[in-house]
């Protein structure tokens, strides 16, 4: 699947995904930056927070648990946001957008 990441300043870079993936690996694989990711997935960091873009919110789903937890020591955090090593790209993601905060943490 393609997933595509929009920085804050509006630049965008579509990569391909593996499924399975977490999409916040899917980043740091390809070099995307603006996701730090500091705890490497293990949703204890909130530096790898991303805004789902509105079409996509519905796929993508809220978060739940532990991820919604971390998620309040994260920046900036709105409606969309999601922690991007609690996101696992499958098919139905093909074509997902994902934005980047203007900084993590
Ligand atoms: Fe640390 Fe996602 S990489 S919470």
Same mark, same amino acid.
Request: proline share 6%; with cysteine.
């Given at each position: ?24 690996? #899917? ?22 927070? #991303?805004?789902?873009? !509105?079409?996509?919110?519905?796929? #993508?789903? !809220?978060? !739940? ?5 971390? $998620? ?10 999601? $922690? ?8 139905? $993601?093909?074509?997902? #957008? $994902? ?7």
């Amino acid at each position: 699947p393609a997933i595509t990441f929009v920085s804050f300043e509006g630049a965008s870079r579509t990569v391909q995904a593996p499924v399975g993936a977490t999409a916040m690996e #899917v980043a740091v694989r390809n070099g995307v930056p603006g996701i730090d990711a500091d705890c490497g997935g293990a949703c204890a960091c909130a530096t790898c927070h #991303v805004y789902v873009d !509105e079409a996509w919110r519905a796929a #993508v789903g !809220e978060p !739940e648990g532990m991820e919604e937890d971390m $998620l309040d020591f994260a920046t900036d955090v709105r409606p969309s946001s999601r $922690l991007s090593c609690q996101i696992k790209i499958t098919e139905a $993601l093909d074509g997902l #957008v $994902l934005h980047t905060p203007e900084r993590q943490g």
